[in-house]
């Protein structure tokens, strides 16, 4: 499968990247050093995680120089005040303790704020994501970050946002794998050309998620078991490789030595490899990462059985 996604900017990023959400701190460094030195040239982390200045001591213990590294991190949703856009972006690179981001994501197309009664701990703010990106767009200008894109966002936000930005995302981060298809959103990314990286790719392994999982893990499937036995390789690597032959860059997160090494042995799968997972899975339909309450609103895109 291809090592790399060209991005509108002319920029090569490495289709895997090590996911860091869950990672706790003195972990993450070790994992980031770790997976550097085992070939991963992509690292993706976010404001929220609370670990980019881990993720940054990662990348300097790893001897490797920066330039040779992609740094993806994300614009929480406490920060989407077009003036505190350009302020959110210099503190991640100073706790990255990095001089550019690679790639910056709005993480939601919804703006929120701590409630300072502390009644309720999320309120949902009056921001256009528009208005959000128009900042997230200057500080591509004034050279802080390489790249811009988006994150978990429907069908309609990405129409609307398209239409209405100066610098088109170049990425859009949403949640895949095969309970989650997103067959027809898929297409739409094709036809406009928006590059999907896919989150969450071995799913319900995450022990979060664990008490939202209606469905047998998908590292269990025949079919996903069936090809990890033709190709020689796990189970979590089919997955893996699902996303990549599907056209996704992917984000496996691991910060277990022998699981970070495992998770790069990717293949190629065929046609034939791919419709037997989707036969085998269809009418399961899972969305793990539930973040209504987060924005405010249901957001049910890609559920669809049929899709
Ligand atoms: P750990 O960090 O202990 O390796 P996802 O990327 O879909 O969000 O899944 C992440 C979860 O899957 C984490 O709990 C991670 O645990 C686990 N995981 C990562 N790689 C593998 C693998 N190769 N086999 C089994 N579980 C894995």
């Not at 500080?139 to 309609?156: D, H, P, Q, W």
């Not at 406009?192 to 893990?217: C, E, K, M, W």
């Not at 309450?293 to 249901?298: F, P, R, S, V």
């Amino acid at each position: 499968p291809p090592t790399h996604i060209i991005l509108p900017s002319g920029d090569r990023m490495p289709s895997i990247g090590l996911g860091c959400w869950q990672s706790e701190p003195e972990a993450l460094t070790k994992a980031v050093a770790y997976a550097i030195k085992v070939g991963y040239r992509h690292i993706d982390g976010a404001t929220i995680y609370g670990n980019e200045k881990a993720l940054g001591e990662g990348i300097r213990q790893s001897g490797v120089d920066r330039k040779n590294i992609w740094v993806t991190t994300k614009l929480w949703n406490d920060d989407h005040r077009p003036d505190d856009v350009v302020k959110a972006c210099k503190k991640s690179l100073d706790l990255l303790g990095l001089d550019y981001i690679d790639l910056w994501l709005m993480h939601y197309p919804a703006a929120t704020d701590t409630d300072p009664n502390n009644e309720v701990r999320i309120k949902v703010l009056d921001i256009p994501y528009t208005d959000t990106w128009k900042a997230m767009e200057d500080c591509v200008e004034a050279g802080l970050v390489r790249n811009i894109g988006i994150s978990n966002y429907s069908k309609t936000e990405v129409e609307n946002l398209w239409n209405d930005c100066r610098i088109k995302p170049a990425v859009h981060q949403l949640e895949r794998h095969p309970y989650l298809p997103q067959k027809a959103f898929m297409k739409y990314h094709k036809e406009i050309g928006l590059h999907v990286t896919a989150y969450s790719p071995l799913g319900n392994t995450n022990p979060s998620f664990a008490d939202r999982d209606p469905l047998p893990p998908i590292q269990k499937n025949a079919a996903v078991q069936a090809l990890a036995k033709k190709y020689s390789i796990s189970p979590a690597n089919v997955l893996i490789s699902l996303q990549l032959s599907e056209g996704c860059s992917v984000l496996p997160k691991s910060v277990a030595p022998s699981r970070i090494e495992e998770n790069l042995k990717v293949v190629e799968l065929s046609s034939e490899d791919i419709k037997s997972i989707a036969n085998s899975t269809q009418g399961q339909r899972a969305r793990y990462c539930d973040f209504s309450e987060i924005i405010g609103y249901k957001y049910y895109e890609g559920l669809d059985d049929s899709d």
